[in-house]
């Protein structure tokens, strides 16, 4: 995969963009696999939703995203859903105990 500064092509960019793509598809594969993990651990349902556990992780996400350069308020947006996502996956999962 070729660094962003040195595409010369659209091309070269899609492919980038492309692959980008896949890896962070398998990083939510493995953060969802964690929400399993935690549904077989979690001693109660009562336990799947833990608001400060969620400010945590948002707050992390602010941080990284200012370490990775892209938009704070978009990472605030995208790490919402998924954290709000992952409380129902890991809720279902935890029913099928």
Same mark, same amino acid.
């Given at each position: ?32 696999? #964690?929400?399993? !993990? !935690? !549904? ?29 350069? #892209? ?13 709000? !996502?992952?409380?129902? #996956? ?8």
């Amino acid at each position: 995969m070729i660094e962003p500064e040195r595409c010369r092509t659209m091309v070269e960019v899609r492919q980038g963009v492309d692959e980008t793509d896949r890896q962070l598809a398998d990083l939510l594969g493995l953060r969802f696999r #964690y929400m399993t !993990a !935690a !549904a077989r651990i979690k001693p109660d349902r009562g336990a799947v939703r833990d608001e400060a556990r969620k400010t945590e992780v948002l707050r992390h996400a602010k941080t990284n995203a200012l370490a990775a350069d #892209y938009p704070v308020e978009l990472a605030e947006e995208i790490w919402e859903r998924l954290v709000e !996502a992952s409380i129902a #996956y890991e809720m279902d999962r935890f029913d099928l105990r």
